[in-house]
């Protein structure tokens, strides 16, 4: 199975915008989607596909690909983004699935 | 409203078994693939297995092969994961999912509250 890679630990001013990558050879097969999770509370999914963002996912969220990086920017962030954020693809064999490291998002 | 709720965790010896089950309303069960997921305390997400729509097609992370079996009831809209020969790294929050997948790729959605499995003797 291959990897994804996701920067530890991001920080952004409130109202700033953020950008958020995950980087793995099967990035540049499949498209990644991305899931928020607060503390004590089950994952979320955010953004899937091209650039989708599921109903009741704020517009300040939004997702880009170029090659083997994927990215989930939050344009505007607010107090209650924070969270941590990982990304999730199929693996290069394509059977397998596969997250990211995991990034912790804090607004200051 | 599209609902799975997880069930069955808790504490077990190590190369002790538990069947962890995900009941599912809201949606028709059957048309969907399903998947499990993990969490170890204070880690990121695992991947471990999922399941087509019928049972047919089922992959395992490495870290649970031979180990765990993942298999569903669409008559129940249940999902199950029995887990057996249980170690001390098992220890994680359990999540099921839905699987949605389209040329836009795969995606988990919604996700269930988890169950905690504690290996521990």
């Known amino acids: 199975s291959s990897e994804l890679t996701q920067d530890p630990a991001v920080s952004v001013a409130l109202g700033q915008t953020v950008r958020i990558t995950c980087q793995g050879d099967?990035?540049?097969?499949?498209?990644a989607s991305w899931y928020q999770q607060k503390p004590g509370q089950a994952p979320l999914l955010v953004i899937y596909?091209?650039?989708i963002r599921p109903s009741g996912i704020p517009d300040r969220f939004s997702g880009s690909s170029s090659g083997n990086t994927a990215s989930l920017t939050i344009t505007g962030a607010q107090a209650e983004d924070e969270a941590d954020y990982y990304c999730?693809?199929?693996?290069?064999?394509?059977?397998?699935?596969?997250f990211g490291t995991g990034t912790k998002v804090t607004v200051l | 409203q599209v609902q799975l709720v997880e069930s069955g965790g808790g504490l077990v010896k190590p190369g002790g078994s538990l069947r962890l089950s995900c009941a599912a309303s809201?949606?028709?069960?059957?048309?969907?693939?399903m998947t499990w997921i993990r969490q170890a305390p204070e880690r990121g997400l695992e991947w471990v297995s999922y399941?087509?729509?019928?049972?047919?097609?089922?992959y395992y992370a490495d870290s649970v092969r031979g180990r765990f079996t993942i298999s569903r009831d669409n008559a129940k809209n249940s999902l199950y994961l029995q887990m057996s020969s249980l170690r001390a790294e098992d220890t994680a929050i359990y999540y099921c999912?839905?699987?949605?997948?389209?040329?836009?790729?795969?995606?988990?959605?919604?996700w269930g509250q988890g169950t905690l499995v504690t290996v521990s003797s």
């Open positions: 999912a839905r699987v949605s997948s389209s040329w836009q790729g795969d995606w988990f959605d919604p």
């Open positions: 809201g949606f028709t069960f059957s048309d969907y693939y």
């Open positions: 399941i087509d729509s019928v049972g047919a097609t089922i």
């Open positions: 099967s990035l540049r097969s499949y498209y």
């Open positions: 596909g091209k650039n």
């Open positions: 999730h693809s199929r693996d290069s064999s394509g059977d397998h699935y596969v």
